[in-house]
């Protein structure tokens, strides 16, 4: 097995092994957060009108829009939207049903007369995702007075607080820019039921709605991808100068996720570029998941396999991880990135004949100490 491939393939194993992530055991309890409350004011009618004397012929109805109210969406920057709950607080339901009949001066003003009728109102908040919840009132009203006199009467109210549980399906309905908007409605009916008068009378069935909307959002904080825990992007290891041939210790790094509520860090690409491309070699790859708070350990390694000075660039694409259950596909945000720079140095190690052999030196101390003993002589 040739060097290359026996460092490479350990690598692969120990750094299977070192590279497990860290996760955090804790569950992720999500954030939330609630819009400002929009306040509404809508009213509708609808009239049913009876001939003196006549008989019904069955109620008048009506089903207008009564108005859209616009609440604030939830900003994807803030982090991956998990929940939706949108409440409709101080609702006031108020039902009015009013029979009247104009005053005459045909016949005399003797003894009472009667009209009668029957108003109702069902209104309802349109939320996109979530079943629509309504609220129900009716109404009867009758006037008396003399012939000759005009009547009118009648009114019920009803209060209530809703909240409706978006769907997962529709979360990204409410995640972006802008507004999302609660379409009112309302389904009315008025009837006149009976009428003595000698002129015509009239029922109306009015609905007025009041109330606040607003929108609570649960969401996990996005993905913080880092060498340190806390705000590293880059990160530079340098081997040094080793000796061609010679063996070189492995780097150890980690990949960090930022701790809090958020979602996992996951890594999508890894692009290396740079003179040591052949030389350099990590246990990075895309099937790296770290949970919020933990981290990922890997190795790099340097193959000193040819004199020069090397260095490579490892540009790391990061993503949020999707956590289980629901969230907006929208508000999941890719593109994180990190730099890993490696640098190293092969030398060519000194020629053996660069040093004196052993025979040399011995040579050389007996001419030195010759060269001492003539020079006594001589002094």
Not at 6 to 24: D, E
Not at 183 to 192: D, F, G, I, K
Not at 314 to 339: E, R, W
Not at 343 to 358: F, L, T, Y
Request: hydrophobic share 35%; charged share 10%.
């Amino acid at each position: 097995m040739s060097k290359n491939l026996l460092r490479s393939t350990l690598i692969t194993a120990f750094g299977a092994m070192l590279s497990a992530p860290m996760f955090a055991h804790a569950a992720v309890i999500p954030n939330s957060t609630t819009t400002a409350a929009v306040g509404f004011d809508l009213s509708g009618s609808v009239t049913d009108k009876l001939a003196a004397g006549a008989t019904t012929n069955g109620p008048t109805t009506s089903s207008p829009t009564l108005g859209t109210t616009q609440v604030a969406k939830f900003n994807p920057n803030t982090g991956v939207l998990t929940g939706v709950t949108v409440n409709l607080t101080e609702s006031v339901h108020k039902q009015t049903t009013a029979v009247t009949s104009a005053g005459t001066t045909a016949g005399s003003n003797n003894g009472s007369e009667t009209a009668s009728g029957s108003g109702s109102s069902t209104v309802k908040a349109v939320v996109t995702g979530a079943p629509t919840t309504s609220s129900s009132l009716t109404k009867i009203d009758s006037c008396a007075a003399k012939r000759k006199d005009a009547c009118s009467d009648g009114a019920a109210t009803q209060t209530a607080n809703y909240n409706f549980s978006v769907a997962s399906s529709a979360l990204d309905a409410y995640a972006g820019s802008g507004t999302f908007g609660v379409t009112q409605t309302a389904a009315l009916s008025a009837e006149t039921t009976a009428n003595s008068f000698p002129s015509e009378a009239t029922t109306t069935s009015t609905v007025n709605w009041t109330g606040k909307l607003s929108a609570t959002y649960e969401y996990l904080l996005h993905a913080a991808q880092s060498f340190d825990g806390k705000s590293a992007l880059t990160l530079n290891l340098d081997f040094g100068s080793v000796y061609l041939g010679d063996s070189v210790g492995d780097q150890a790094f980690s990949i960090f996720n930022g701790a809090g509520n958020r979602v996992g860090l996951k890594l999508t690409g890894v692009n290396q570029t740079g003179t040591g491309n052949g030389m350099f070699s990590t246990n990075l790859n895309t099937y790296s998941n770290i949970a919020a708070g933990a981290s990922q350990a890997f190795m790099a390694s340097f193959l000193a396999n040819q004199l020069g000075s090397y260095s490579t660039s490892y540009q790391l694409t990061l993503a949020d991880l999707a956590p289980s259950g629901s969230y907006a596909a929208s508000t999941l945000y890719s593109g994180y990135n990190l730099t890993l720079n490696l640098a190293g140095n092969v030398i060519a190690r000194p020629a053996q004949n660069d040093v004196p052999e052993p025979a040399t030196l011995m040579l050389l101390g007996l001419g030195a100490a010759a060269f001492g003993v003539s020079r006594k002589r001589k002094a």
